[in-house]
């Protein structure tokens, strides 16, 4: 399978992801001021400025997370105005599908908002990356269970038009090495084919260990970028009040 390419001279939705799925499939968690978007905080911490951010922007985004909030961008590099602490730097890694043998895994449950807490308590000990009370919500959770205990889970985090991405992949030390995760994210992946869309993912660039086992699975990668997080100034600066305030969507 060839890696998808946007038409020359359009933007392709990975290039901005969080954009693209704010303002695509995920449009009904997006909370907007201006040309900034967002997640609700308990959802997923994503934000979404414009490519070249003006100070309007960086006002917008300021209101939008409150004084002391963070901001969570990616696909981003240049640095944040002055004033703003810069929390967390990293370089990373999307990688996508190009040819992936995605399978049903028959140890996979079905996840869902009844069991949070176990996620949460299994995100807790293996931190495989943000995770919050209603990330469940952003698209299919699967995990396995030992003796009723949660110990493995992959599911979906943003979802740009035609492309789904993997995250929350996460198992528990004492189950590590036989497989858990890779048929996790084998079976996820079938499920996002089977919508007619294509599996990517993100990952840290410095973890080695995980690149490998995901383009020995078949994902390839499709570009390299970098996961910024600032706080807001205690006295962010503010623009001008306009026409285009908070819209917040309907609870999903």
């Known amino acids: 399978m ?23 499939p995920h449009a009904h968690f997006a909370e907007r001021l201006g040309r900034v978007l967002r997640y609700p905080a308990d959802v997923t911490p994503w934000v979404a400025v414009p490519d070249a951010p003006e100070a ?6 300021a209101a939008l997370a409150g004084p002391g909030g963070a901001v969570t961008i990616t696909a981003f590099r240049e640095p944040p105005p002055d004033g703003w602490e810069v ?3 990293a370089e990373g890694v999307q990688l996508v599908d190009a040819g992936i043998a995605a399978a049903p895994f028959p ?3 079905r996840l869902g908002p009844a069991d949070v807490p ?8 293996t931190r ?9 919500e952003l698209g ?9 205990v949660l110990v493995a889970m992959a599911g979906e985090r943003l979802h740009p038009p035609g492309w789904s991405e993997i995250s929350g992949v996460c198992t528990d030390e004492s189950v590590r090495g036989q497989g858990l995760g890779t048929g996790l994210v084998l079976a996820v992946a079938h499920e996002i084919r089977e919508r007619g869309e294509t599996p990517f993912l993100h990952a840290a660039a410095d973890n080695t260990n995980a690149v490998r086992l995901y383009e020995s699975l078949g994902f390839v990668l499709r570009r390299r970028t970098s996961f910024l997080s600032a706080l807001v100034p205690e006295h962010p600066p503010t623009r001008l009040p306009g026409p285009g305030g908070v819209r917040t969507a309907a609870a999903h």
């Open 128 to 136: 495989p990356g943000p995770f919050l009370p209603r990330t469940v």
């Open 118 to 125: 176990e996620m949460l308590d299994l995100v807790a000990r």
């Open 140 to 148: 299919t959770y699967l995990g396995v269970r030992r003796e009723g």
């Open 107 to 109: 140890q996979a449950v």
């Open 2 to 24: 060839s890696v998808p390419h946007a038409a020359a001279g359009d933007a392709h939705p990975l290039d901005n992801p969080v954009r693209a799925a704010l303002t695509g």
């Open 56 to 61: 309007a922007d960086w006002a917008d985004a």
């Open 87 to 89: 929390t967390f730097h």
